[in-house]
């Protein structure tokens, strides 16, 4: 079915620490893969994306990797910042046309 | 300013009643997607449009409907027959289709009381 499962549900990490998020996609035709974040109270916003026809991307403090033999994506923040903190969400093309997300994850960078 | 617009921002029911959240967008994007947002539960697939007067079922249809009559709107009815409404619901819209970026609404606040 069309699945996005992401991981963990909850990060807490130091500042100056890394954390990495994980997802995996069920539809192996996808070929986006978009990754959000939510701060308390707003709306949903690109950080970072990545296609299919590479297997990195950086952006500054985040990065993204894919590997699509296993159906998996991971977002990477290095040296995390207190206003990292927010929920992250994954997204996955469905069949093309259905984006599904992940049920997010909440990062806590503690000072 | 362009953008994608969501309102009213809160909203609250009576139970048994319908209500329309709308969401507008002058992006000139061909797709438009309805999320329901609960917390632990992510943003879960209502409904979703990719050309005018066409549109499909996501995941958790049942006790909605949608029209799709303009590029620029795509309103959500919420309907007696959903069992639990109270959630915060977010519009979004891409350029074409789900390989491309989304943009999201602020999003609606509905409550039942």
């Known amino acids: 079915g069309e699945n996005v499962e992401q991981h963990p549900s909850t990060l807490s990490v130091q500042e100056g620490d890394s954390a990495v998020i994980k997802c995996t996609y069920s539809?192996?035709?996808?070929?986006?893969f978009p990754w959000y974040k939510q701060e308390l109270g707003k709306r949903p916003q690109l950080i970072i994306d990545?296609?299919?026809?590479?297997g990195e991307k950086k952006d500054q403090r985040i990065a993204v990797t894919l590997n699509k033999t296993a159906k998996h994506f991971s977002l990477h923040i290095t040296e995390t910042q207190p206003e990292d903190s927010a929920v992250y969400f994954c997204?996955?093309?469905?069949?093309?046309?259905?984006?599904?997300f992940g049920a997010g994850t909440i990062l806590r960078v503690k000072s | 300013d362009g953008g994608i617009t969501q309102s009213p921002k809160y909203l609250f029911r009576k139970e048994g009643q319908n209500v329309t959240l709308s969401c507008e967008q002058n992006?000139?994007?061909?797709?438009m997607y309805w999320y329901r947002q609960d917390p632990g539960q992510g943003l879960r697939l209502i409904y979703y449009?990719?050309?005018?007067?066409?549109?499909q079922k996501g995941d958790i249809a049942e006790g909605y409907s949608v029209s799709r009559e303009k590029k620029e709107s795509f309103p959500l009815t919420v309907t007696s027959a959903q069992k639990n409404p109270t959630a915060f619901y977010l519009c979004?819209?891409?350029?074409?289709?789900?390989?491309?970026?989304?943009?999201f609404g602020q999003g609606t606040r509905l409550t039942v009381v």
């Open positions: 979004a819209s891409s350029r074409q289709g789900s390989n491309t970026e989304a943009f």
């Open positions: 539809d192996s035709a996808s070929n986006y």
């Open positions: 990545i296609r299919s026809n590479v």
């Open positions: 997204a996955a093309p469905y069949r093309r046309d259905k984006l599904v």
């Open positions: 992006l000139n994007h061909d797709a």
């Open positions: 449009s990719q050309i005018v007067n066409d549109f």
